[in-house]
Each structure stands twice: as structure tokens, then as C-alpha cells.
């Protein structure tokens, strides 16, 4: 059974170490996301369906990957936190782009920090 752990937003932001460093084109998988992924319940989580992995970005201290995947909700991407000390899940967080940084529409722009 996998165990998922809802991040509040003050454990997430300890997840970040400026400047944030966008690894997509060249993340290698430290661990597998999606059991953990899919041992979410969405209902929880506050989206409707997930899409596909959109960024990955690492902290400038190389502790945590932060594996950004797009949600059937508007502006809001699931976030899964990847500590690279133990490589695991860190735990999960959604980020509403709408809330946090005022975002209302267009495109979506990557996530540097928090």
C-alpha cells in the first residue's frame, strides 16, 4: 500500500532553494511517481482528472525534484515532492497559479518559485 502525504504550504516551500532549475528535457526518473500518483484520491486533492507530467525542477541545493503535472482544473498543477536524499516521495501539494501568483488566464509559465 502507498502511503500519500498532503504537503501544507509551509513544508512546501521549505521543498524550494533559489534559483529553481528546470530539468524536463533532461530529468532522469529518481523514482517511480505514479504508484504514488495513483494512489491519490482526486476527490481529496480538489481536481477533476490528471494529464501528463508538464515540468520537473530541482532546488539549488539538489534536495528535492518537484515533478509538476497538469489537472483537469484550471491554473492548478499537482505538484509531487521527490527527495533526493532518500529517493522517495517527499509528499504531494497542489499549486493554484490562480491563488498564488495572480494568475488568471492564458498560458501556463513554468513554476520557479514559490
Not at 504537503?7 to 528546470?22: R, S
Not at 494512489?39 to 477533476?48: K, M, S
Not at 494529464?51 to 534536495?63: C, F, G, K, S, T
Request: proline share 4%; net charge negative.
Amino acid at each position: 500500500m502507498v502511503v500519500v502525504r498532503r504537503l501544507d504550504e509551509e513544508e512546501f516551500k521549505a521543498c524550494f532553494a533559489e534559483p529553481m532549475t528546470n530539468i524536463t528535457a533532461t530529468a532522469n526518473a529518481v523514482v517511480d511517481i505514479w504508484p504514488y500518483v495513483d494512489a491519490l484520491n482526486l476527490d481529496e486533492v480538489g481536481v477533476p482528472y490528471l494529464n501528463d507530467v508538464h515540468y520537473v525542477y530541482r532546488d539549488a541545493q539538489n534536495r528535492f525534484d518537484q515533478v509538476l503535472i497538469g489537472t483537469g482544473r484550471f491554473n492548478a498543477l499537482l505538484v509531487i515532492v521527490i527527495d533526493l536524499g532518500t529517493s522517495a516521495v517527499f509528499g504531494h501539494f497542489l499549486l493554484d497559479l490562480n491563488k498564488e501568483y495572480g494568475v488568471t488566464g492564458g498560458h501556463l509559465r513554468p513554476v520557479l518559485h514559490p
